[in-house]
């Protein structure tokens, strides 16, 4: 069983950066679909950011994240990140990350009922 840990949310003037780490333990996810959701009240689980573990390193990107924020996985550490760059009010929410199972394309890991474990969020606030 895996376990993810997100960290690094912050409150944050627009224009801002961050960078959100996802710690996983347990299983291991070297070889498998990680991502980042974002949850803002009254809607539903939005992807912001996945990323294949394994060999070529496939990402995507929602259409607010389009190059603004960049993804990645470092295996040594097992640990997934997400920097964010000029940060914008509308990014204003909990961030999840989360692990799947499947293979599956890189247009379905955007979905939230693709992955099976989920950590319990971290909050990003911009203002301004």
């Known amino acids: 069983q895996v376990q993810l840990m997100e960290s690094g949310g912050a409150s944050v003037q627009a224009g801002g950066s961050l960078t959100l780490s996802c710690l996983t333990s347990g299983t291991s996810t070297d070889t498998t679909y990680m991502a980042w959701f974002r949850q803002t009240p009254g809607k539903e689980r939005e992807g912001v950011a996945s990323i294949f573990t394994g060999r070529g390193r496939t990402k995507t990107y929602g259409d607010s994240a389009k190059g603004r924020f960049t993804v990645s996985y470092d295996n040594a550490k097992k640990t997934m990140a997400l920097q964010m760059l000029s940060l914008e009010a509308e990014d204003t929410g909990v961030y999840f990350c989360?692990?799947?199972?499947?293979?599956?394309?890189?247009?379905?890991?955007?979905?939230?009922?693709?992955?099976?474990?989920w950590g319990q969020g971290t909050q990003v606030a911009v203002s301004g």
């Open positions: 989360a692990t799947s199972t499947r293979i599956m394309p890189a247009h379905a890991s955007m979905d939230p009922t693709a992955y099976v474990a």
